[in-house]
């Protein structure tokens, strides 16, 4: 976890990812504010339907199919 910035009604957490084909990749999880969130630093699984995921060209930041 790179940062956790909560916006009130919801947190924002955001990641980098460490393993995998997409290593070093920026991921951005909107969640709802509990009291067990995330600190930076720490290290989290994600998990999300395909249905949920949005990506983005990190070139023109136009999202991706």
């Known amino acids: 976890v790179v940062q956790v910035e909560p916006l009130g009604h919801e ?6 990812l460490s393993e995998g084909a997409g290593a070093g990749t920026k991921v951005v999880a909107r969640t709802a504010p509990t009291p067990d969130l995330p600190s930076a630093g720490q290290r989290v699984t994600f998990d ?3 249905r949920d995921r949005h990506r983005f060209d990190t070139t023109t930041g136009a999202r991706q199919p």
């Open 11 to 16: 947190v924002l957490v955001i990641a980098e």
């Open 48 to 50: 999300a339907d395909e």
